[in-house]
């Protein structure tokens, strides 16, 4: 996430460092499989710099707004808006306090976003007032290891990544984070990450409804 007076790095390097990691196969794979069952007025949280565009099936979209903190990172989705059908908005704004009305949204995405909102049990309350009773929320997290060596070294490796990475946490546990805030986690997929991308441990993809 931006700082309150981001330095060269977070401005010039550190969106291109993220944006470039997360265009990689193994992230791709995952968004092929969720994005396109996202439907109706659709809510993307933390949509950085617009990887998702490019699966959203335009022809069940009625309506669509981006929200991220960091106006790096939207500068980057905006260059490739002229390649997707689909008709977006993007918003500058947190998760913490999203700008749309009570039940007013059909789908809300969260493609590894958890691991850097810094409040994220507020994300997901703000989640749960904004979806409509019958709306799904659809994610894609990377989460800790339940290995017991992996997992100690994503601990350790934690703050120095955060910092590479714009505040990315390694070892955050977002399933349980959605259960707690009072979602059911229904179809799912689980991958591993390539060796090159060890320390994010497991990603978890799926949709889940409230409760």
């Not at 918003?91 to 999203?98: C, K, P, S």
Request: with cysteine.
């Amino acid at each position: 996430m931006c700082t309150t007076h981001p330095g060269f790095y977070d401005r010039r390097i550190m969106p291109r460092f993220v944006h470039g990691g997360c265009s990689m196969r193994a992230f791709a794979e995952m968004r092929a499989w969720l994005i396109p069952r996202a439907q109706g007025v659709v809510a993307e949280i933390g949509c950085g710099s617009g990887l998702n565009l490019p699966y959203y099936d335009a022809r069940k979209v009625s309506r669509f707004v981006g929200i991220d903190p960091d106006p790096a990172m939207l500068a980057i989705a905006r260059k490739i808006l002229g390649d997707v059908s689909l008709p977006v908005e993007l918003v500058e704004g947190r998760a913490e306090a999203l700008p749309w009305a009570t039940a007013s949204v059909d789908t809300v995405v969260s493609t590894y976003a958890l691991c850097t909102i810094p409040d994220p049990a507020r994300a997901l309350s703000e989640i749960r007032r904004i979806l409509k009773p019958d709306g799904r929320l659809l994610f894609i997290e990377h989460e800790r290891s339940s290995g017991r060596l992996l997992g100690r070294w994503q601990d350790r490796l934690n703050g120095v990544w955060g910092r590479l990475a714009g505040g990315c946490n390694l070892n955050r546990t977002p399933r349980a984070m959605i259960e707690k805030a009072g979602f059911v986690i229904g179809e799912r997929t689980q991958q591993r990450f390539p060796l090159h991308l060890w320390q994010l441990g497991v990603q978890t993809a799926g949709e889940a409804i409230p409760a």
